[in-house]
């Protein structure tokens, strides 16, 4: 038995030492084209040519050596990897007991990549690095001379509209960053409208996490969509920027320079911008509610009493954000630095802006009200002047005492000013066309503005890995003051008769400041391999105040008569004790978390002026649960829920009458409930590396539970009053699909999509519950090819077919389809001439109230020269709007609301600019290889 072993033994032996033998191996030399410098630390990768998945990978040892010992015989994509340096590919075949030498592989520095660089050097279009979609931007071709801006419009899955607002996923992009720092803090327009195309190597799309759940590992709900620009290696050591100066007919101006200064970690920017062409320098945060607000505090109850607080600054008197409409002229400044220290231990980032813009604006708003048995015509013109402008500060601190604790501080904060007038003329129709009531109405405000956010976090890692130990503390104040004044003269008719008038003439005084304190400490301890387990304990408390003074004038032409139907004193604090759990699995191809906070809130709410005080008590869940599964490097799918309340605003809880507009008086609801708002998302995506295609979904649904929804009474003269109440029912979904390809022997790319959009919307009208919904299914198409010296041309376009009904009245349907098409065209000529042509078209079906003309199509064009050394300069004549039909306008469906708002805004004009991108490589930059 014992000699049956043996053999049986030394039988598998020879087997095993046979079977190893026949095993293929590959090897060779990586070395650098130009400085034949032999490279270190480059990846090798053999991916599996059915389905580019990683079968296994090396590195280059000295005198860039490498060797891949037992691989399997079959096809293989061969994929080498070096930092500065264009990914390689080869296709390659390895048979049974050979050993391939490939021999030298040549790489090429991105900086000296040529068009006529072998075929086998490529960039790969698109790639997932853990949860971040990374794009090569020298894949996507834009024309020379492009903006950022320019280069997003043509990555699939990412669309830019015409205000500069980024959706990428379905989701708003709030934040963009420079290799991973803070960029002018949240302003990504100077990033994306100012840095140059050429100047990035890449974009990288992700789901930024809070501070905390960075550190800890466990998500904590809190996210942001998030675009990274990388640069490119020659811009990180050198200046580089760019010098716009233009001037025209009809006042038209523009003048924008950005200049940045990078040395390793060190890195200082600068930019300027005067216009009267539409560039703001307004971050789209600013775009909504610089120097604007509800005067009130908005409340969101995110993890337990979460409470943020609308900017202020104004009322509905100083309306006037540029958003396209009007003629606005902007000024801005900015500088940004950022460094890094004591062995990047230490690292400051920090930015000061100013931004200044003045705007007058005239446009008209036509809407459709539908009451339970009848309906109402609504057309109001408007001219309104508004000017504002605005310090910023920011800063950020962080220091890592050593590999186990860290410290960083973050402080933000701005002052302002507002300022504006506005004039109105109303008129309302019943159903009949017939004249119901008239309105002539002006307002004016003077208004201040501030804001300080500070916030600190700790962060302790212990021996044992996954225990870990964070503190966070944050402080807000906001706080405005206004001083206004309204005139409003009423008309109301009966069958084209006048019944009577009623004129309204106060002075406004609106002053309110809130601060809120936060504190939240999180634990996490490893339970078994790979799960980990969180307490985490917060407290909250805000303390509000509002108050909201309207004086009407006496018969001395004094504002001294305090009319307390309009008035109020407000107070508002919420205090609120937060203990939660949560529990994370994290595998190789697996991520899966679950967990919930308990929140006990207590609302202090007293109304001064009239003596008033509500008290309540709240236990909130606030459930969480995200799951993700890898099935390769290049395809995933994610599930996430998420839990959420948001609280009532002070405006829709304070008792007073708002008569800014005297025909729509708003009054708030004491007694109302928080709502619950239950979100879900999913999304999956998949890549063909090699063969440059793929496909994005995504999916959200957001239902919500005691919505805060409007009561509307409308009487038979026209004047209507909102309250609000809580109601179920609310829901709104959205779904997409993403298809992109590469036709490399075209050297073209092509992307396509499907996408919906649903929502049910419930209010009260006329005492009638209503329910709107809405749906919008539609297609998008995109393409851009280019040749280098000769053309680039880009094309997105979308068309959208929408549907509402609202449940009051299910007749009175609303179907209308509605389009976007923009096309980029340049042509290179000869003598270093260039010829663009940019086409943005909106299309708008007309219906049976909305019947005009709302297409609009604007043309810009320019032709220029290339100057100074190596074609960085361009003198250039454009024209802007050559059809001269740009217009603002919108269409909008609020529940039981069909708007549609026209507004005049920047029209044709002629200007001559010169254009100068600069760029120096500064000296030391580290040899090849190092």
């Not at 790489?107 to 997932?128: G, H």
């Not at 801006?149 to 043509?154: A, G, H, Q, T, Y």
């Not at 003045?358 to 708003?365: A, E, F, K, P």
């Not at 600069?918 to 290889?929: D, E, L, N, V």
Request: charged share 20%.
């Amino acid at each position: 038995m014992h000699k049956n072993f043996t053999l049986f033994f030394c039988s598998l032996l020879l087997f095993i030492v046979t079977a190893s033998a026949q095993k293929a191996t590959l090897k060779g030399i990586i070395e650098d084209t130009s400085a034949h410098v032999q490279l270190v630390n480059t990846t090798i990768s053999l991916l599996r040519s059915k389905d580019s998945t990683l079968y296994k990978f090396t590195r280059s040892k000295e005198g860039g050596l490498f060797e891949m010992n037992g691989l399997d015989t079959g096809k293989y994509v061969l994929m080498i990897n070096h930092s500065r340096y264009a990914d390689y590919f080869d296709t390659l075949s390895l048979q049974l007991n050979e050993t391939k030498d490939i021999g030298k592989v040549m790489m090429t520095l991105e900086a000296n990549l040529l068009a006529d660089v072998t075929v086998r050097t490529q960039i790969a279009a698109m790639r997932m690095k853990g949860d971040t979609l990374e794009y090569a931007a020298d894949s996507f071709h834009v024309r020379q001379g492009a903006t950022v801006e320019d280069l997003l419009k043509n990555l699939p899955g990412i669309q830019v509209d015409k205000n500069g607002h980024i959706t990428a996923q379905g989701e708003e992009v709030k934040k963009v960053l420079v290799d991973g720092e803070e960029f002018f803090s949240d302003d990504p327009t100077v990033a994306t409208q100012n840095l140059q195309a050429d100047a990035v190597k890449s974009v990288q799309v992700f789901d930024k996490k809070s501070d905390q759940s960075e550190f800890t590992g466990i998500d904590d709900g809190t996210k942001t969509k998030t675009i990274n620009l990388k640069l490119k290696d020659d811009k990180k050591n050198g200046h580089f920027g760019k010098v716009d100066a233009g001037g025209g007919n009809d006042d038209s101006w523009n003048n924008t320079a950005m200049m940045n200064d990078f040395h390793g970690k060190k890195k200082v920017s600068g930019y300027g911008i005067m216009s009267s062409s539409g560039k703001t320098g307004l971050g789209w945060d600013e775009q909504s509610n610089y120097g604007s607000g509800d005067n009130g505090t908005e409340m969101s109850d995110d993890f337990g009493g979460v409470v943020f607080f609308g900017d202020g600054g104004g009322d509905e008197f100083s309306n006037g954000n540029y958003y396209g409409q009007g003629i606005p002229k902007a000024w801005a400044a900015g500088l940004n630095f950022a460094n890094k220290y004591n062995d990047d231990k230490q690292s400051l980032n920090g930015s000061y802006r100013f931004n200044k813009i003045s705007s007058v604006t005239d446009g008209s708003i036509i809407s459709q009200s539908i009451l339970p048995d009848s309906l109402f015509y609504n057309t109001e013109t408007s001219n309104t002047f508004s000017s504002r402008w605005r310090h910023s500060l920011n800063g950020i601190y962080e220091q890592q005492f050593d590999s186990s604790f860290s410290l960083k501080l973050t402080a933000k904060g701005y002052l302002g000013h507002t300022s504006g007038y506005s004039d109105y003329n109303n008129q309302s129709l019943d159903a009949d066309h017939a004249l119901v009531n008239q309105s002539l109405r002006n307002t004016s405000s003077n208004g201040d503005n501030s804001n300080l956010n500070a916030n600190l976090l700790l962060r302790k890692k212990f021996k044992k890995q996954g225990r870990t130990l964070a503190l966070n503390i944050s402080n807000i104040y906001n706080g405005y003051n206004t001083d206004g004044f309204l005139y409003s003269l009423n008309s109301f008719y009966s069958k084209g008769s006048l019944l009577y008038q009623d004129t309204t003439d106060q002075e406004k005084k609106n002053d309110a400041a809130v601060n809120m304190l936060n504190a939240k400490i999180t634990y996490t301890e490893p339970v078994v391999k790979n799960l980990f387990a969180e307490i985490n304990y917060a407290y909250r408390l805000s303390t509000s105040n509002s108050e909201q003074l309207s004086y009407n004038k006496t018969a001395d032409e004094k504002y001294t008569e305090l009319d307390t139907l309009f008035s109020t004193r407000y107070k508002f604090d919420v205090t609120t004790n937060t203990g939660g759990v949560a529990l994370k699995y994290n595998s190789k191809k697996m991520t899966f978390g679950a967990g919930t906070d308990i929140a006990s809130t207590n609302f202090d709410q007293k109304d001064n002026l009239r003596d008033t005080l509500f008290q309540r008590d709240y236990i909130n869940f606030f459930p969480r649960a995200n799951f993700a599964y890898k099935f390769n490097q290049t395809t995933r799918v994610s599930f996430s829920y998420n839990g959420s309340t948001q609280q009532p605003s002070i405006t829709q809880i304070s008792p007073v009458a708002d008569n800014t507009n005297p025909l729509i008086i708003t009054i708030g609801n004491p007694l109302l409930k928080q709502q619950f708002s239950h979100n879900i998302n999913i999304s999956a995506n998949s890549f063909k590396v090699l063969k440059q295609r793929g496909f994005f979904l995504w999916g959200s649904l957001n239902v919500t539970d005691n919505a805060i929804v409007t009561n509307q009474y409308t009487t038979t003269n026209g004047i209507t009053t909102y309250t609000y109440v809580n109601a179920n029912g609310n829901y709104n979904a959205y779904a997409n699909l993403n298809y992109f390809m590469k036709f490399s022997k075209a050297d073209f790319n092509l992307n396509w999509g499907l996408g919906y959009n649903s929502s049910q919307y419930s209010n009260f009208v006329n005492k009638e519950r209503n329910e709107t919904k809405n749906y919008a299914p539609g297609i998008q198409l995109g393409f851009n090819k280019a040749k280098e010296k000769k053309y680039s041309i880009n094309y997105y376009g979308n068309i959208n077919y929408n549907i509402s009904t609202s449940s009051i009245n299910e007749e009175l349907q609303t179907k209308y389809w509605s389009q976007s098409h923009n096309l980029d065209f340049t042509v290179y000529l000869m003598k270093k001439y260039e010829l663009n042509n940019s086409v943005n078209a909106s299309l708008t079906q007309k219906t049976a109230t909305f019947n005009t003309d709302n297409n609009i199509v604007i043309w810009n064009a320019y032709i220029g020269r290339k100057l100074l050394k190596n074609d960085k300069g361009l003198l250039k004549f454009s024209v802007n709007d050559i059809l001269n039909q740009n217009k603002g306008y919108s269409r909008s469906i609020q529940t039981n609301v069909i708007t549609e708002t026209n507004y005049n805004t920047i029209k044709r004009y002629f200007m001559l600019s010169f254009v100068w991108n600069f760029s120096k490589t500064a000296a030391g930059m580290p040899a090849p290889g190092q």
